[in-house]
């Protein structure tokens, strides 16, 4: 079980808006910075979101995140094809564990 | 062209031990925190360890502590991840990422190299 939650699965037909959640606690999100990665099938994480909002050059603007207490969500606009992906959102921790994953939600684009 | 490459992967005996490398190549290796991050297969993405720029501090996920070690090589511009004791439960896709974002994001990854762990 991961120390960050997110739900399993998600899904949207094209140019709708998709947000997924990311739940943690006082020890991680409620006090550290939140990141998103983008998985696709075969292929290594990339970074999608950092510090909570800001996105990596090159990511299109379709993509924004954002953080409220403990938790963070990751909202797509304009839903494409091409977004089917696995998402992970992670946050630093001040356990033992220095950095934390969500479980991962899979997006299918209907 | 910025990248990382990992090797090192293969099958292995429970007990066993196995070390993983990471070619860094496109940027200033000795600048970065890295760090190796693992996905076993049909599962999530779980942090495994990290390595500060000049290998000073080091950390560790629990399940890992006290077998796994971190080290880097900056004149070789390389990173790995000595894996000592395996268990069956280590088996995965073992990514090293670099930690090039504000709080802890990893910017950069690798594209993994397989651990498993099997009799």
């Known amino acids: 079980q991961s120390v960050l939650t997110q739900p399993p699965s998600a899904s949207g037909t094209p140019g709708q808006r998709v947000s997924i959640s990311c739940s943690g606690t006082?020890?991680?999100?409620?006090?550290?910075?939140v990141s998103w990665y983008q998985q696709l099938p075969g292929t290594a994480p990339k970074l999608l979101i950092y510090?909570?909002?800001q996105r990596p050059s090159g990511v299109p603007d379709r993509f924004s995140g954002s953080k409220s207490g403990n938790t963070a969500s990751l909202t797509i606009s304009g839903l494409q094809a091409e977004d089917e992906a696995d998402y992970y959102c992670s946050s630093y921790t001040s356990r033992t564990t220095l950095l934390v994953f969500g479980g991962g939600t899979e997006l299918t684009v209907l | 062209e910025v990248q990382l490459v990992e090797s090192g992967g293969g099958l292995v005996q429970p007990g066993g031990s196995l070390r993983l490398s990471c070619a860094a190549s496109?940027?200033?290796?000795?600048?970065?925190?890295m760090s190796w991050v693992r996905q076993a297969p049909g599962k999530g993405l779980e942090w495994v360890a990290n390595?500060?720029?000049?290998?000073?501090?080091?950390y560790y996920v629990d399940s890992v502590r006290g077998r796994f070690t971190v080290s880097r090589d900056n004149a070789r511009n390389s990173l790995y991840l000595q894996m000592n004791i395996l268990r069956a439960e280590d088996t995965a896709v073992y990514y090293c990422?670099?930690?090039?974002?504000?709080?802890?994001?990893?910017?950069?990854w690798g594209q993994g190299t397989l651990v498993a762990v099997s009799s």
């Open positions: 496109g940027f200033t290796f000795s600048n970065y925190w």
């Open positions: 006082t020890s991680n999100i409620g006090s550290s910075a």
């Open positions: 390595i500060k720029q000049d290998g000073s501090d080091k």
């Open positions: 510090n909570n909002n």
């Open positions: 990422a670099r930690e090039g974002g504000a709080g802890y994001s990893l910017d950069l």
